[in-house]
């Protein structure tokens, strides 16, 4: 049974900086992408990061860039998501999820963890 777990969110000031981890389980975590998305009630899925367990290379969406590093650490199957200068409006629901490429080359995320919250207070 794959599980994607999230860890490390919690309060944090404006300007304050949070590491968030996604531990997985179940999968052959080399296989996959990992990526990070956030979400607000009533708001759409927003994509934050991605990396690549094969090559490790990492592709980080326009709201998160210069701001925050993913990262892996092998010995645990995690993938650590480090932010800065966290906002207020960056209160949300932040999840990681575990995807493959197609045949296509799209990259499809079949597995989602549960989410953890992040509050960042003004």
């Known amino acids: 049974q794959v599980q994607l777990v999230e860890s490390g969110g919690g309060l944090v000031q404006a300007g304050d900086s949070l590491r968030l981890s996604c531990t997985a389980s179940g999968l052959t975590f080399s296989n996959y992408y990992i990526g990070w998305f956030r979400q607000a009630p009533g708001k759409g899925r927003e994509f934050v990061a991605r990396?690549?367990?094969?090559?490790?290379?990492?592709y980080t969406g326009d709201s998160m860039k210069g701001r925050s590093t993913i990262f892996t650490d092998n010995t645990k199957n995690t993938v650590n998501l480090h932010m800065n200068s966290l906002e207020p409006e960056e209160t949300d629901v932040y999840y990681c999820a575990a995807g493959r490429r197609d045949e296509r080359g799209r990259l499809n995320y079949d597995y989602w963890g549960q989410g953890t919250q992040v509050t960042v207070s003004s």
């Open positions: 990396i690549s367990r094969s090559d490790t290379s990492t």
